[in-house]
């Protein structure tokens, strides 16, 4: 075995882990947020996220089309981008809980599960007829920025690009930004609240419907910017992107302890890092016979094994049983 | 039959199903008269204009018509034979498109009655179970082809002779079962909504599996998919030719594949019905309602999930291998999620723990996707061929992406939106279901 190339790759596998690790933990935000309120598997939640993606390249493709795409700092051109998908994505899942879940309140719980994988379906199909309508294709290619591409050497063998650094660090301004409103605001104590005991706190005075709404909207903006980072970083998307990223960063969200917002941020970096570590050393380490390829079979298998052994997951707190 | 006793006289199975139609119980005569005039007159509309999909959807509507009108079951049963053992075959030799239909329908109903049993009475949501599908097809796939012996160290054997085949029905079945007890076992202590992510997990690493399995031992091919799988022996041919009749394979392949599957979906069926009204219905349904209360019942919750899993996982196993049989070819392309959905859309929409709902639903689900959609697509082509122009548009700048045969996806899911909110207990309830969503505002909060 060539511990050498093993060696050498390993800054490059955990830079990889952590880019993908803090994408699924901010589409995991939104699982973990929805289930704490409604303990619903929010199905339709990867799509939010795919939505959020296909803004992100609208807004560029325009850009570009009118030229404006040289004439602005790229870096403005991103933060604009993220707070317009963090925008739609969000008024988006608002509308989705308005329309498909609210009215299935208290019905049983696999009615509004089967309703939001309705929700996902429909809106897969609805980007790609209003994407193949608008410009006659629905695999759309981010504009690439030279800024974003260049490579910071660290050491003479390590480098990183541009975009991965950003991917960390507006994750972790976001997921910083997220933690101190749920726990240092009244809102956050609000959102906490209707997450304990729903009629409770509607008799201290919380308006639960509306802090429902708010937290479709707060999961759905970082699912939203989820999916502009994932465009920066990997270039293309497509209606269907949203699907494995979706139920990954579900098996984070389960990973970390579902209902758990910090839970869910260590769930996404566990899961990213592990997953980065397969694609780049399975084959290694198999001698080739088992490739990349095996990833979301390895990313699956821990779902299955930390749902047997440890159903409450790494940070979980014992939950009660509701039926 | 578990039918409630009706106060006036034999039971029909269609007390619940049209109450308005009862009154004309009592004119059994008019009645087979009525039904008679729809079977052979939409037959005879099929036969005259075989191009028209309206036509066939009228042939399909009048058997529902059969089930509607309060008929005694016998009676029913003789004129669904007739329909579907004579009427079917004949015009489906006069055009083979319809022959496929009504093949594929047959495949769902079987699917969409072992995913009832599973989803609909055992209440466990299963959004993986294309992946025992796939499983059975892929059993007959590599052993019925050339595929198997490049795995295995063994000359000359591979492909099977076609009369393995009837074997494989039974091994799929057995293999589809022992899947569904590998994959239940682990994890039919989770709660109902890990369940449906974890089945959804294990269906794409099926897929997954199918798709890479190419090396380093070549068992699936990988995304190239396996082909040419042998048919079934046309074993009646012999026969045939005794009376007289020289068919061509291409019209006599069909024929036995409608049979086939028209046999085990009546098997099928017998078996759910059996099901339904034994203690062990009654136990998944006990589950399905309150874990928690079944067990204290003395109900083997563990024992009872796993037999849920297995039956359905069973069904789909032998259609797998029937499948793949009358594709002659499969990739993992035939297993998405997508067609796991499409399968759980026919449950919901016929209604959750329904057997004619199931029937129902997989029958409108099917049709819906090959001819309606299909038949739209071909309406707006020519719309646009045509060139005409309507209110200052020319027709012939529609785009083509509206096709409606494109989105599926789409109608899927507004069918599960829709049914969820206006009627979650689906088009045919259930008895027990229907009872239960009439009570429900009075039951207690959870």
Do not use: C
């Amino acid at each position: 075995m060539d511990w050498e190339l093993l060696l050498a790759i390993f800054p490059q596998v955990v830079m990889d882990g952590l880019v993908l690790g803090f994408m699924y933990a901010l589409i995991a935000l939104g699982y973990t947020m929805v289930y704490g309120v409604l303990e619903l598997i929010n199905f339709a939640h990867s799509e939010i996220f795919m939505v959020g993606g296909f803004v992100g390249v609208e807004i560029l493709l325009t850009m570009q089309a009118t030229g404006w795409l040289d004439t602005f700092n790229p870096f403005v051109i991103l933060i604009f981008i993220i707070l317009m998908g963090m925008a739609v994505s969000g008024v988006l899942a608002v509308v989705v809980e308005r329309v498909a879940y609210r009215p299935l309140r208290g019905a049983p719980r696999l009615i509004p599960l089967i309703s939001a994988i309705g929700v996902s379906f429909f809106l897969q199909d609805l980007v790609r007829l209003g994407e193949s309508l608008w410009r006659n294709a629905f695999y759309l290619t981010y504009p690439s920025f030279a800024a974003f591409n260049t490579r910071i050497e660290i050491a003479e063998t390590i480098d990183f690009s541009v975009k991965s650094v950003i991917v960390v660090v507006a994750s972790l301004a976001m997921l910083f930004a997220l933690q101190f409103l749920v726990t240092r605001t009244k809102l956050g104590k609000a959102i906490r609240a209707v997450a304990e005991d729903q009629p409770t706190a509607s008799l201290m005075g919380v308006n639960v419907n509306r802090i429902i709404s708010l937290t479709f909207l707060i999961g759905g903006a970082m699912g939203g910017a989820a999916g502009v980072l994932f465009g920066v970083q990997y270039n293309t998307i497509n209606p269907f992107t949203g699907f494995i990223p979706g139920i990954k960063a579900f098996t984070a969200a389960v990973l970390g302890g579902i209902g758990n917002i910090p839970g869910a941020m260590v769930g996404g970096l566990v899961l990213g890092l592990l997953e980065a570590f397969a694609a780049s050393y399975l084959s290694l380490l198999t001698g080739g016979a088992f490739g990349a390829e095996y990833k979301d079979i390895f990313a699956f298998s821990i779902l299955i094994v930390i749902l047997i052994f440890r159903p409450r997951g790494l940070l979980g707190e014992v939950v009660r049983e509701r039926t | 039959m578990t039918d409630v006793p009706s106060p006036s006289g034999p039971t029909t199975g269609a007390v619940d199903v049209a109450p308005g139609l009862q009154r004309w119980r009592s004119h059994p005569v008019l009645l087979n008269v009525l039904v008679a005039a729809a079977l052979f007159g939409s037959a005879i509309l099929v036969w005259v204009v075989p191009r028209s999909i309206i036509a066939f959807m009228a042939f399909q509507a009048s058997l529902l018509v059969i089930y509607l009108l309060p008929l005694d079951v016998r009676t029913k049963l003789a004129w669904a034979a007739v329909a579907l053992g004579v009427l079917m075959p004949m015009l489906g030799t006069h055009n083979g498109y319809y022959m496929e239909v009504a093949i594929q329908v047959g495949i769902f109903v079987a699917l969409a009655l072992g995913l009832n049993i599973v989803v609909g009475l055992a209440g466990l949501l299963d959004l993986g179970y294309v992946a025992f599908y796939a499983v059975g097809a892929y059993l007959w796939a590599i052993f019925g082809s050339p595929q198997a012996a490049k795995f295995l160290p063994i000359e000359g054997v591979f492909p099977l002779p076609a009369p393995w085949f009837f074997a494989f029905l039974i091994l799929g079945l057995a293999v589809g079962a022992i899947t569904g007890i590998l994959l239940g076992l682990p994890v039919l202590r989770l709660r109902g909504d890990y369940l449906a992510i974890v089945t959804l997990g294990f269906g794409e690493v099926v897929r997954v599996l199918a798709n890479n399995l190419d090396k380093p031992w070549n068992i699936t091919n990988g995304p190239k998919g396996i082909t040419p799988i042998s048919r079934p022996p046309l074993f009646f041919e012999p026969a045939l030719s005794a009376l007289g009749i020289d068919a061509p394979p291409s019209v006599l392949y069909p024929l036995l594949f409608y049979f086939m599957v028209l046999g085990i979906a009546a098997v099928v069926i017998v078996i759910n019905r059996r099901l339904e009204g034994s203690h062990v219905g009654r136990a998944w349904e006990a589950i399905r309602e309150d874990e928690v209360a079944a067990q204290a019942m003395g109900v083997p919750l563990v024992r009872m999930k796993l037999l849920a899993f297995a039956i359905g996982a069973s069904f789909a196993g032998v259609m797998g291998v029937i499948f793949s049989a009358k594709q002659l070819f499969i990739s993992p392309e035939s297993f998405t999620f997508l067609e796991s959905i499409g399968v759980l859309a026919m449950v919901i929409l016929g209604g959750m723990g329904s057997i004619p709902g199931a029937i129902i639903g997989a029958s409108a689900v099917t049709i819906l996707n090959l001819q309606v959609l299909k038949g739209l697509s071909l309406w707006l082509n020519e719309l646009r061929n045509s060139g005409l122009t309507v209110l200052g548009y020319n027709l012939a700048d529609l785009p083509s992406q509206f096709e409606p045969a494109k989105y599926e996806r789409m109608i899927f899911g507004m069918i599960l939106i829709l049914m969820m909110i206006y009627r979650p207990a689906g088009i045919f309830p259930a008895r027990r279901r229907k009872l239960e969503t009439y009570h429900r505002g009075e039951e207690p909060a959870a």
